[in-house]
């Protein structure tokens, strides 16, 4: 028997772990290190069944060693808690609608918002459209938790400082609690349905090619019942309550950090379908430095601290996976087995619509249907609110979804259908399926059952083979595209569900890899009129800037994925630099911006003057100029952001006559003007000497809690984590989305992962600020200085390695 499995058995005597041990291929394949230098920590755990072990790396990641399946789902919750109790215990509250109970009256609308998007379904067909042994999982790792937990309320063990901070203690879960929560999915396009109708109204419908380009190529209508005059800007306050992150304030701010602001609300819905997304590519083994496939991913989504995703290895008899996942769910979504690796970024299906109904005057709780009025289901449920008497919350629902909106003056209301309502719908959990298949058979018998969010998911295997799907719970609308809301009566209903055999895949492909960037990727024989997935894209410079680097290495190494993930080439910048190739000007800020500009590589690299005019320029200046001369009237309803910037240069590129009588002379001006302000504008910030400029001193990472501010200063200094000079923008490789109004980094790849397939243990990774929600712990913030100049650490996977690089070894004993 290899040494480094008798040092581990010898000290959890249990034949359980014995076995366990010897069963997962995770195992050492080397000789063994000692644990001499960790740090040795025991611990009885209530409902553990035998011992088992947890080893924290230096990086502080946890690589969990139990004897069966139940033990170790057991502690992975047992130990999210351990590492992340207020993370996971406010996701559950208010996922469940539950924070008044905790925090007061003003969340009572929020409370209200999110139960209308609960799971209200039948729990058996919930639970088996994940799988045969979703539940099981489950139902372990919640008693996991309520371990954690329960030894927290009885003191225990110690009470995280941010619910001291907050006044609050955590709570207990159900295992159905994982899985009926569903407003932390992705959220898809009905924020863009409603700006859609108010600038149709504003100044007609084809003004809005200037907000989002339709792809693949579609002219979209005003669907037929549909005034778009009559749907309000605020028909979506509910469902941005909904969607939201928990926003804690002074008393004194409160009002306004909970506040609805439907113009701020459709401008940063508009500029998700950017900045919301990921990268990934596979590469075969022929095209790689190694003979191994490499498979890279890196999800882009807001920047938090504590992260969103958590990084942990799983290891029990027949099951050894490692990777990240939403650390209040079982198992792992982007990571590895012991035979297959795999990765996600967003596939845009469009799943959910906006539907408008005419009330009856006689009756408000009914609603047109057919030639008949139908009833409105009634939910009446109770509402805990901290220091008031307990409220009664009544939810509307039509046979389409939750009622969002009521217009009375007009006879309307309008409700959301979204797939978030059909079983297996939440988001990420059906990873617990697809983690453990040894094959391609297998993993796209998984996908089958994957209802959210839909997906790109990228494949490969020891054996050398890589592949792609796209999977997720995809609506078959015949006629109508879901681009507008549509009238609830009857005449706009989805037909059912494409089936996975209906979207697209590739197994195998002939070019040796295949990369995707949340771009339209829909084949081009696709039959798009008969299955109408979605029409609404991520601008696809990412995808054209990765596709152009793996095309040109025929032997790619680790290390140029790595290089990859932090490349900052923009695609949009070398497009509208070609259109300033030609254009001269005597005004002095004019020409200051073409001389950085024409000469400028295109790289938003943190120390570029040049990056920082650029970014300047299309965030804040050009598409207000351009929309000016182009859509006057629907000038303040386009974001002029990265969200609509790809909309932006096309037409550019190809000025038509809303460009004015000599339409290339207008466009030469409208980049001339907006180029002057742009250049002034970074001359307030940062000076009026363009040798100083720098893009990284605009463009910071700073991680904020959201609790800093009901802390004390000493304590809300030691919740934050920055400011650290960064490179990168929405539409390059290095995703890095910021704040039109201060440049901030809100948004982008916090989690990192680049795998070699089969060598395990040469693959790389990264979490940024750290895998601890503990602000006093050394992994709250260490790995955030690596993440900001492009650095990683290793994602170990077998035992000796793991041994080799521990910081903290946990032994747990049932108690």
């Keep these: 028997m290899n040494t480094d499995f008798n040092r581990v058995i010898q000290k959890l005597s249990s034949a359980a772990i014995c076995a366990a041990l010897l069963a997962s291929p995770a195992m050492a394949r080397e000789k063994p290190n000692p644990l001499g230098s960790a740090r040795q920590t025991k611990t009885d755990v209530a409902g553990l069944d035998a011992p088992a072990q947890i080893l924290v790396d230096v990086w502080g990641i946890p690589h969990i060693y139990a004897g069966n399946e139940h033990d170790l789902f057991f502690l992975q919750g047992f130990n999210a808690a351990r590492d992340r109790l207020w993370q996971i215990d406010l996701w559950r509250k208010r996922g469940l609608g539950l924070l008044a109970k905790d925090f007061g009256q003003p969340y009572v609308e929020q409370d209200k918002a999110l139960r209308l998007f609960l799971y209200r379904g039948d729990m058996k067909a919930e639970w ?191 099951l050894s996976v490692i990777g990240a996942g939403e650390p209040a769910l079982p198992g792992i979504s982007i990571g590895h087995n012991d035979t297959i690796a795999f990765g996600l970024t967003i596939f845009n299906v469009d799943q959910e619509d906006l539907y ?35 409220r009664d919350l009544e939810l509307k629902f039509t046979r389409h979804g939750p009622v969002i909106f009521v217009d009375d003056k007009n006879n309307r209301a ?68 879901g681009l507008m809301p549509v009238p609830g009566d009857g005449r706009y209903e989805w037909q059912g569900f494409l089936s996975l055999d209906e979207l697209p895949k590739s197994y195998q492909p002939k070019q040796g890899f295949f990369a995707t960037a949340n771009h339209m990727n829909l084949p081009s024989d696709y039959p798009v009129n008969e299955r109408r997935v979605g029409f609404e894209w991520s601008d696809s410079a990412r995808w054209q800037r990765i596709t152009e680097v793996l095309a040109a290495n025929n032997k790619v190494t680790i290390a140029d994925a790595m290089d990859l993930q932090n490349d900052d080439t923009a695609m949009m910048g070398r497009r509208l630099v070609k259109l300033l190739q030609r254009l001269s000007s005597d005004d002095a800020n004019v020409k200051q911006g073409l001389d950085l500009l024409k000469p400028w590589d295109a790289r938003d690299s943190a120390d570029s003057a040049a990056a920082a005019v650029f970014e300047v320029w299309i965030a804040n200046h050009l598409g207000p100029v351009l929309l000016k001369v182009t859509a006057p009237k629907a000038a303040d309803l386009i974001a002029p952001e990265a969200s609509s910037i790809s909309a932006l240069v096309a037409a550019l590129e190809a000025p038509d006559a809303s460009f004015g009588s000599d339409p290339a002379a207008g466009r030469d001006q409208i980049l001339r003007d907006s180029l002057g ?126 041994e080799a690089a521990t910081a903290e070894a946990i032994t747990l004993t049932p108690r």
């Design 128 to 318: 088996a459209a994940y799988g045969p042994k979703a539940k099981t999982y489950a139902e372990a790792f919640v008693a996991g938790v309520n371990a954690y937990v329960a030894d927290v309320r009885a003191g225990k063990r110690p009470l995280p400082i941010e619910f001291r901070i907050a006044g609050t203690m955590p709570d207990a879960w159900t295992a159905d609690d994982v899985v009926r929560i569903r407003s932390h999915g992705l959220t898809r396009n009905v924020s863009s349905e409603v700006k859609r109708s108010l600038v149709a109204c504003a100044a007609g419908l084809d003004a809005d090619r200037f907000r989002v380009k339709l792809e693949p190529a579609w002219t979209t209508k005003i669907p037929d019942g549909l005034d778009a005059c009559s749907v309000p800007k605020a028909v979506l306050a509910a469902y941005d309550l909904a969607t939201r992150p928990v926003a804690f304030a002074a008393p004194k701010d409160q009002k306004a950090a909970l506040a609805h602001d439907p113009d701020k609300y459709l401008t940063e819905a508009d500029q998700q379908r950017d900045t919301i997304g990921s990268n990934n590519w596979v590469i075969a083994a022929s095209r790689t430095a190694t003979g191994r496939p490499i498979l890279a991913n890196d999800p882009h989504r807001e920047h938090s601290v504590p992260s969103l995703r958590y990084i942990v290895g799983l290891n029990a008899p027949g």
């Design 356 to 390: 408008v109904y005419e009330l009856n005057p006689q009756n408000p709780n009914q609603y047109r249907y057919g030639n008949g009025w139908e009833d409105m289901r009634n939910v009446h449920e109770k509402e805990q609110v901290k220091g008031e008497a307990d």
């Design 414 to 481: 309008f409700a959301v259908r979204s797939i978030w309502f059909e079983p297996g719908t939440s988001a990420y959990f059906g990873s617990s399926d697809y983690m453990t298949a040894k094959d391609w058979t297998g993993f796209l018998g998984a996908m089958r059952r994957w209802g959210a969010p839909s997906e790109n998911q990228v494949y490969a295997d020891t054996k050398g083979n890589i592949g792609w799907v796209a999977a997720g719970k995809t609506p078959r609308r015949l006629n109508f595209d």
């Design 677 to 802: 302000a742009a250049v002034a504008d970074v001359a307030s910030k940062l000076g009026p000497d363009p040798s100083t400029w720098r893009w990284g001193r605009l463009h910071v990472a700073k991680f904020d809690h959201a609790l800093m501010p009901l802390a004390d200063k000493a304590t809300a200094a030691q919740l934050s984590v920055g400011p650290l000079a960064y490179g990168g923008a929405a539409n390059v490789p290095r995703a890095a989305t910021y704040r039109r109004s201060d440049y901030r980094l809100t948004a982008g790849a916090s989690f990192r992962m680049v795998l070699d397939v089969g060598n395990w243990d040469a693959s790389r990774t990264i979490n940024t600020p750290g895998q601890s929600g503990d602000p006093f712990s050394g992994h709250y913030r260490d790995l955030a200085p690596l993440w900001a100049t492009g650095q990683y650490v290793p994602l170990l996977y077998s035992l000796s390695a793991v």
